[in-house]
């Protein structure tokens, strides 16, 4: 709400303006990591318990 009321008078004229407005500040905390190639290279430690891997 303190970003939405923080905008200029009038710096938003249409839906779009709002959408790309809000996208530029928030977008970076929502971007989602691609954490395949990490998750294939987690491997089970020959001392670890099954338990412990999981």
Same mark, same amino acid.
């Given at each position: 709400m303190r970003w939405f009321m923080g905008l200029s008078p009038n710096s938003i004229? #249409?839906? %779009? @303006?709002? @959408? =790309?407005?809000?996208?530029?500040? *928030?977008?970076? *905390?929502?971007? &989602? !990591?691609?954490?395949? %190639? @990490? $998750?294939? !290279? $987690?491997? =089970?430690?020959?001392? %670890?318990? &099954? %338990? #412990? *891997?999981?």
């Amino acid at each position: 709400m303190r970003w939405f009321m923080g905008l200029s008078p009038n710096s938003i004229h #249409n839906w %779009e @303006e709002m @959408e =790309q407005a809000f996208l530029d500040k *928030y977008q970076d *905390y929502c971007k &989602v !990591r691609d954490r395949k %190639e @990490e $998750i294939f !290279r $987690i491997q =089970q430690k020959e001392d %670890e318990s &099954v %338990e #412990n *891997y999981l």
